[in-house]
């Protein structure tokens, strides 16, 4: 999403609570969480035992971009709950993915995203807890 988008979201009706919303690092989890669902899709073509597990993080990342995007529905509580809910998936896939490291470039690709996407979601998390 571009700079554009991330300024008219900050002028929306946001449900009470949700206001003091950081919108730099809600766009860089949105980012994360985009760069995680394109690479656990891509793992789970591999069709290796870490597959359920990507197809099930790549769905929980898109549905996090997604809620992320209409703050209107958003409670600060039903926020932190995906947001652990994403980190919890992003953890079980790179733990999988993880198993492959040695063998396959792609599980180390989407484990290395899955990272990026829980240090998001949590800086995220922080930045909700400290408002």
Do not use: I, W
Not at 29 to 55: G, I
Not at 58 to 64: F, G, I, P, S, V
Not at 77 to 91: N, P, R, W
């Amino acid at each position: 999403m571009d700079s554009m988008m991330m300024d008219s979201m900050k002028s929306m009706d946001m449900m009470p609570g949700m206001e003091a919303m950081d919108m730099a690092l809600m766009q860089a989890c949105m980012d994360a969480c985009s760069a995680c669902e394109q690479a656990c899709t891509v793992c789970a073509t591999q069709m290796m035992d870490c597959s359920p597990a990507c197809m099930n993080c790549a769905d929980m990342c898109n549905t996090m971009m997604r809620a992320m995007m209409r703050m209107q529905g958003m409670t600060p509580a039903v926020m932190m709950s995906m947001l652990d809910a994403c980190m919890a998936m992003c953890q079980l896939c790179m733990d999988m993915c993880m198993k492959h490291e040695a063998h396959s470039e792609v599980c180390r690709m989407c484990a290395a995203a899955c990272k990026a996407c829980m240090d998001a979601c949590m800086a995220m998390r922080a930045s909700m807890m400290a408002a």
